[in-house]
């Protein structure tokens, strides 16, 4: 079946420094594949999606690349703030929206310092 | 816009009672709400989807008669644990959403101990 694996957590850095999570999947057919992120106390928001090979989502100077070669999804930021700290989900869904059976990786928990 | 909340946020009961959780989008209707269970430091896993009006679809491994799912109403979705036991202990969390939007909406999560 699907699976998603993301770098395990969790993730301390200073602010301004450059953020990569890695994401890897295994699926069947064309997944489209998904970043969710998690503030403390809030539920689950996507923050960028890619629906098909080489499309690059981006959202809030979050950027991620669907590479189909190695079937990665990771999620870089040039810079880190401390409002990004939060829980970084990857997904897929085996549809072209997010409004379906979604796999979820274990989450990236990330610490951004001052 | 699109809010779903959960309620409680958090619940302690006894082995062999009953939990019900509930699920509500705030600001839209929803025509589907599909409801997770995490294990600390797992990823989420979707136990259940439920259309308005119909029976729950729930996925493989999951037992529907332990987990009991009503979606009444397009802006409400309860989860029963029933008979609940320290192996049932978990983050549920519930989503939900729409055919226009093409997006599932999460809830915050319920943290549930089971004595």
């Known amino acids: ?114 | 816009g699109a809010v779903v909340s959960q309620h409680p946020s958090w619940v302690i009961c006894k082995s062999g009672t009953s939990v019900k959780i509930e699920c509500r989008s705030l600001d839209f209707q929803a025509t589907t709400m599909f409801w997770y269970r995490q294990f600390p430091k797992q990823s989420l896993m979707l136990m259940a989807t439920s259309n308005e009006g119909s029976k729950a679809t729930y996925e493989q491994g999951v037992e529907k008669d332990k987990f009991l799912i009503n979606h009444a109403s397009l802006t409400l979705s309860t989860l029963t644990v029933t008979s609940a036991h320290p192996e049932d202990s978990s983050f549920y969390i519930c989503s939900a959403g729409t055919s226009v939007d093409n997006e599932q909406f999460f809830g915050p999560g319920t943290r549930l101990t089971v004595l």
Not at chain 1, 10 to 38: D, H, R
Not at chain 1, 50 to 78: C, M, P, V, W
């Open chain 1, 1 to 114: 079946g699907d699976s998603v694996t993301q770098m395990e957590g969790p993730v301390t850095l200073s602010e301004e420094a450059f953020l990569t999570i890695n994401c890897t999947y295994t699926a069947t057919g064309y997944p489209s594949l998904f970043w969710y992120v998690q503030y403390p106390g809030e539920g689950l928001q996507l923050l960028l999606k890619a629906t098909k090979a080489d499309d690059k989502g981006s959202n809030k100077g979050f950027e991620a690349t669907y590479r189909k070669e190695t079937t990665s999804f990771h999620l870089e930021k040039g810079s880190v703030q401390v409002s990004d700290s939060a829980v970084y989900f990857c997904a897929l869904s085996d549809g072209s929206t997010s409004y379906g059976k979604l796999t979820f990786g274990q989450g990236t928990i990330l610490t951004v310092h001052p």
